[in-house]
């Protein structure tokens, strides 16, 4: 039986561990299966042809909002030109798509029971007891495959809490795989030059003891590794036994996600989902003291009770505690989640379901979000920015009301989505009326967090003579860079300063170079 499993990922730089794991699961009962991975943004004719260029007598998806238009194309076009069957699982699988089989649930156990003998149309997967039973697909061939790829780390399924937005609460209760295999694995993905491992529990730090046997496990192996360890976590959470431990992590061996949602009492209610805001708060800002430890917080507009009132509140006190990064995102109506059933919004037909509009939020004032979203990501999410922010931030009220001017002054300059770097600081320049102080906290912004000399135009200032014969005096080289400043934004004085950034190290959570003023 000639089997092919069709894996498509968002991006190129990702792995698909659904597919691994059906793959190495079958193989292991003696099914020979054949592993074809692609992402949704390859051309779609070259995507097609990888599949029909062989007979097949089962075509294999896993579906997921980001390649569901994808699948169901390919599906029209094999139909056409084979009578093979197609079978299809994963979190966005339903009645309407045209396969042979759809497997709602676990796979593994429910697609061996359907390639050795006849099924249903549906067939619902039953859970695994112990996940052990599950054979590794962490293989030596797979990971040499995945050079340069994120790999994706599975070690529990399921997840304690029942958030009404999220798939992943609708299996009761969390199953774990062993430590010994969490530990074998991890030293195998590791050896194999892995740089980020992405662990997909959901509520990694769920269970204190596993969580903090797992981080005394990767500190104890992996502190000399260049490899980071990426957790979702429960910022609440925490507790003294597991913060004493990230205390004393090397710097950027872990990044944290850390789920806020809203700090809206009522809506946190609305979506069934227990959080202790105070504690959570607490929690995140003693690990950012740490300075070890990237911290990227989530954010979602659209939620049921959430007014641009209440959702500027929770942006601002998100904000205050100043994450490494924020990532506004929008409701999505998931098919089978609860929210989908009982929240009057309106949102888009196709996948992914984003809201449009709710009884709390008109289009025009998501829209207003998404603009805020931009600059976030663009202005403080890079790092790129992060002096000059601060100094724009003494002239606003809050950092909402500070990305609403940005991008409001943005639009009248006509700079959009996709801007080069340059326009940014042309923008922030307009903005600021040309503020001399504005501009040399931009340059010192640049020279901090790019490897390069060579100052953009928008930014340069002409050299003192003074400052020619210091630069004379010096040996430079492209590990080392000196600029003069008539205001330095981290003593927030004005001056005559020369600084020196040395460029041999940059910082893995802050993404900064160091540097140190030479003369003032």
């Known amino acids: 039986m000639k089997i092919l499993f069709f894996g498509l990922s968002s991006k190129f730089i990702h792995t698909m561990p659904s597919g691994w794991f059906l793959a190495e699961f079958l193989q292991q009962k003696g099914i020979e299966i054949v592993e074809k991975y692609h992402s949704v943004n390859e051309d779609y004719d070259t995507l097609r042809n990888e599949i029909l260029c062989k007979e097949w007598d089962a075509v294999l998806f896993s579906v997921y909002i980001f390649n569901v238009k994808t699948v169901r194309q390919l599906i029209k076009d094999i139909r056409k030109a084979s009578s093979c069957k197609i079978i299809v699982g994963g979190p966005e699988v339903d009645l309407d798509l045209d396969a042979n089989h759809i497997v709602f649930g676990e796979g593994e156990t429910a697609l061996y029971n359907l390639l050795t003998s006849s099924g249903e149309k549906v067939i619902y997967g039953k859970n695994i007891t112990n996940l052990d039973d599950i054979p590794s697909p962490y293989t030596v061939k797979r990971l040499s495959e995945s050079k340069n790829k994120l790999i994706y780390y599975e070690s529990s399924r399921g997840c304690p809490f029942s958030c009404s937005y999220c798939m992943a609460g609708l299996t009761k209760g969390v199953r774990y795989f062993s430590l010994e295999r969490v530990q074998n694995d991890l030293k195998r993905i590791v050896d194999s030059g892995a740089k980020i491992i992405k662990f997909t529990d959901r509520t990694f730090n769920a269970n204190t003891e596993r969580t903090n046997a797992i981080l005394n496990m990767i500190a104890n192996n992996f502190a000399d590794k260049d490899v980071c360890f990426h957790f979702e976590v429960g910022g609440d959470l925490f507790n003294k036994s597991t913060l004493d431990i990230l205390k004393t992590l090397p710097v950027g061996l872990v990044q944290m996600e850390a789920g806020v949602q809203t700090l809206n009492e009522k809506s946190l209610q609305a979506i069934c989902r227990k959080f202790n805001k105070e504690r959570f708060l607490q929690n995140i800002t003693k690990i950012l003291s740490y300075n070890n430890i990237h911290m990227h917080l989530d954010l979602i507009a659209g939620l049921p009770y959430e007014t641009m009132e209440s959702f500027i509140y929770s942006f601002n006190g998100v904000m205050n505690i100043k994450p490494h990064k924020v990532q506004l995102g929008f409701l999505k109506m998931l098919k089978h989640t609860p929210i989908r059933e009982s929240y009057n919004a309106v949102f888009e037909s196709d996948a992914p379901y984003e809201i449009v ?164």
């Open 357 to 520: 509009s709710t009884p709390y939020m008109t289009e025009n004032e998501l829209a207003t979000l998404k603009d805020i979203d931009w600059i976030t990501d663009k202005l403080y999410n890079t790092g790129k920015f992060s002096y000059t922010l601060e100094l724009l931030l003494n002239n606003c009220n809050n950092y909402y009301q500070l990305f609403y001017n940005l991008a409001e002054h943005f639009k009248e300059l006509g700079i959009k989505k996709g801007a080069q770097e340059h326009l940014l600081y042309q923008g922030i320049l307009s903005y600021s009326k040309n503020d001399k102080r504005i501009k040399e906290s931009l340059r010192f912004d640049y020279l901090l967090t790019n490897k390069s000399s060579s100052v953009p135009k928008v930014l340069r200032n002409k050299y003192t003579a003074e400052f020619k014969r210091f630069l004379s005096s010096r040996k430079t080289n492209n590990l080392v860079c000196y600029e003069s400043f008539s205001y330095l934004t981290t003593e927030n004085k004005d001056g005559n300063f020369i600084v020196e950034f040395d460029y041999i190290y940059k910082n893995k959570v802050s993404g900064k170079f160091s540097y140190k003023i030479i003369e003032s």
